[in-house]
């Protein structure tokens, strides 16, 4: 019973806080209410002498504020107007991309076509070493025409010694009994006859020199030739034409 009565007290006392503390609480509620409306009050006529003042500067900055905004409004047109500008001379990422890959395939076929092309020459140059092998030509059929009367340089030799083997034997035949000056005149007529034989000869060998040096100078011509459009099989067999 003692501990009941105690526990009774306890609860009684707990009571007694508890309603202060709601007695507090209560005050404190009116307090902020009061304060709250105060506030809201203060707030009120706060916002009432803002929209005064802003009444009063919207005369008074209307004017600054237009200058200012169109002062604004030229400087960006002017920025928008250089920026532009600079983007007509720009590409999309796209673009320089596409124009990488047609400038890779460009580079492509150009190699392609130069290899093809490595074996070409001129068709102009062709024909102007095919004038040459022609001249070449005819030039060679002069010499030829020229040399028809004209004989080896091996059967000048044979006759020469033909020549040689007749005198001696004509020596031989006439002993001492010749007469001196037709000796010597046999050996003038075969010394001018050798004579003869080794200047037909020369003449030959430079005709011939000179024929070799003009075909040495027409392939020298030909294989210095650029590279174009006609194969390099019609070239070489121009050379074998100039050759023959």
């Not at 007529?189 to 037909?200: E, K, N, P, S, Y």
Request: net charge negative; glycine share 8%; with cysteine.
């Amino acid at each position: 019973r003692s501990e009941a009565e105690a526990a009774a007290s306890q609860v009684a006392l707990c009571r007694g806080e508890t309603a202060a503390l709601r007695a507090r609480l209560a005050d404190q509620e009116a307090g902020m209410v009061a304060r709250e409306a105060e506030l809201g009050s203060r707030l009120a006529e706060s916002e009432r002498r803002t929209e005064s003042m802003a009444g009063r500067m919207e005369s008074m900055v209307a004017a600054g504020l237009l200058e200012d905004a169109q002062r604004e409004l030229s400087r960006t047109a002017a920025e928008s107007a250089g920026l532009r500008a600079r983007l007509q001379g720009m590409v999309t990422a796209g673009e320089l991309r596409d124009a990488e890959a047609r400038s890779a395939e460009l580079q492509d076929e150009l190699r392609r076509v130069r290899e093809a092309m490595s074996g070409m020459v001129s068709r102009v140059k062709l024909e102007a070493a095919r004038d040459e092998a022609c001249r070449l030509q005819a030039e060679v059929e002069h010499v030829r025409g020229r040399m028809e009367g004209m004989v080896p340089a091996s059967e000048a030799a044979s006759a020469l010694e033909r020549c040689r083997q007749e005198q001696e034997s004509l020596e031989a035949q006439l002993g001492q009994a010749s007469p001196r000056w037709e000796m010597d005149g046999l050996r003038g007529t075969v010394a001018a006859m050798a004579l003869d034989v080794d200047g037909i000869a020369q003449a030959v060998r430079a005709l011939w020199r000179s024929s070799d040096a003009q075909q040495d100078r027409l392939v020298g011509r030909i294989g210095s030739l650029g590279l174009s459009t006609v194969p390099r099989s019609e070239l070489e067999a121009a050379q074998a034409r100039c050759g023959e």
